[in-house]
């Protein structure tokens, strides 16, 4: 009975390890194909002269100075009474 | 094969692993020929020049009793949801200041809230490891309690994130404490896929952020306690499309850039960074100096509607570095504006037009900051 469940254990914690394997190993080859990915991609420069290009062709609402055009709705916040005088009860 | 033969095998792909993971790290670095400032620089960029007033506190939601963990705006401008310590919810339409619902939580331990594309929903998750869908349309009782119209459960650990794909009223993507993200049906309740976990490469920690791509729905990225940001394809769950190394902290906070091809990362390490999706760089660093050696936590993020501005939450009282993120620079506290918050801003987001920036706080209120100056439009 004793060797039976040693088998048994044996048994699942082969089925583990290989399943661990398979991860491991599936790996090693998603790794290789970065590697070789890596050996064709820009170097850091060419994407900053894209995101320089990407930040100053946006409108910005929160910039003093952006790219237009402008939209009245950006200034709502500032409409009416200062501050809002909205509903100040908490909530108990 | 016998389990030792195999352990063998195991050890030796371990080592073949480790040896890639280091060749990928060196080979990156010599693509590093410069960062985001340097360029800049080089360019003849010069750092935003805000004035004392051009950036002002124009709202003060108070209404919360406790800590404020999270907030979320809709996508139509002008409402957020708020989520504290307080166990509510809290539903504002923050042009006005009002507050249209406040939803006592089954469960008080609250850590994210989102709200759905067509603003009828919202969600919440948190210690209880489930993430809770409410109608804004049902009625209260008298106490605040909202039935809960659905219950996404299945995570094995505290919900620490949530948000709905964008466009999609029916799928939210949570992280979570078990390691794990998941895409859900919010219709069936049932999960469409998991990211990560026991039997999928993934996290190896707690996730603590999701954000998911305003320009491709099928894309989104997490932050770790593992110290990596990963980026997801829903469509192929079963391993991250890449990993971002570079923090030596937890990753507590994750955001996409505006075009949907970068995206941010706010750590404990004390530093933002910025990534790029299609090479895998990371292009800039964005760290303090001073406040013990730029090593403040790092609570939240939220970028202008251009990019052009980071804004950074810290784990101390109230400072909000609003970062020049071509310059690498700081150009403004918002900790040291006048109306500033009393305690730590644990929460950031930006209004659906980029008017607004909503900032939720340890000092239970939120504030709505805007630009009031006298602005340039070319």
């Known amino acids: ?92 | 094969m016998s389990v030792s033969e195999l352990k063998e095998r195991h050890a030796v792909a371990t080592e073949t692993v480790n040896n890639l993971r280091d060749r990928l790290r060196q080979r990156r670095l010599q693509l590093l020929d410069t960062d985001v400032a340097k360029y800049s620089v080089a360019q003849g960029r010069s750092p935003v020049k805000f004035g004392a007033t051009d950036l002002v506190c124009c709202r003060t939601l108070l209404g919360h009793t406790g800590k404020v963990y999270s907030l979320d705006w809709t996508p139509e401008r002008n409402r957020i949801v708020s989520a504290s310590q307080d166990g509510r919810l809290i539903v504002w339409n923050a042009l006005t200041s009002q507050k249209t619902h406040a939803i006592k939580l089954p469960c008080a331990w609250v850590m994210t809230c989102a709200f759905s594309p067509n603003g009828q929903t919202v969600a919440c998750g948190g210690l209880d490891s489930v993430c809770s869908i409410f109608s804004l349309s049902s009625t209260a009782d008298k106490d605040g309690t909202v039935p809960v119209s659905r219950i996404l459960s299945g995570h094995r650990g505290y919900v620490s994130c949530c948000q709905y794909v964008p466009n999609e009223d029916t799928h939210l993507i949570t992280s979570s404490g078990d390691q794990t993200c998941v895409l859900w049906d919010v219709t069936t309740g049932l999960k469409t896929s998991v990211f990560g976990g026991e039997f999928q490469s993934g996290h190896t920690a707690d996730v603590l952020s999701v954000s998911i791509s305003g320009s491709n729905p099928n894309w989104f990225v997490s932050g770790s306690c593992d110290t990596t940001a990963c980026l997801w394809d829903t469509r192929a769950a079963s391993r991250a499309v890449r990993t971002f190394h570079g923090h030596q902290g937890d990753v507590n906070t994750v955001k996409f850039f505006p075009d949907g091809y970068r995206f941010g990362t706010g750590s404990d390490d004390g530093t933002c960074r910025l990534y790029d999706l299609r090479t895998g760089h990371q292009l800039q660093v964005y760290q303090a100096h001073g406040d013990g050696g730029g090593k403040l936590p790092v609570t939240s993020i939220a970028f202008s509607a251009s990019g052009r501005l980071l804004f950074a939450g810290y784990a101390n009282n109230s400072t909000c570095y609003v970062w020049d993120t071509l310059l690498g620079e700081v150009v403004l506290d918002l900790g040291e504006l006048q109306d500033s918050h009393k305690n730590r801003i644990s929460c950031l987001g930006m209004s659906a037009d980029g008017s607004a920036l909503c900032t939720g706080s340890w000092d239970s209120n939120l504030k709505i900051w805007a630009f009031g100056g006298h602005r340039r439009v070319t």
């Not at chain 1, 398979?22 to 995101?51: A, H, M, N, P, Y």
Request: contains cysteine.
């Open chain 1, 1 to 92: 009975m004793e060797e039976e469940g040693a088998s048994v254990g044996d048994a699942r914690g082969k089925h583990r390890i290989l399943a661990e394997l398979g991860r491991v190993e599936q790996e090693v080859k998603f790794l290789e194909k970065e590697l070789e990915e890596l050996g064709q991609t820009d170097i850091v420069s060419t994407v900053c002269e894209e995101l320089l290009c990407v930040i100053e062709k946006a409108p910005d609402p929160l910039l003093p100075l952006t790219k237009g055009p402008f939209n009245l709705a950006w200034d709502r916040w500032f409409e009416g009474p200062n501050g809002g005088e909205g509903c100040r009860c908490y909530i108990l």
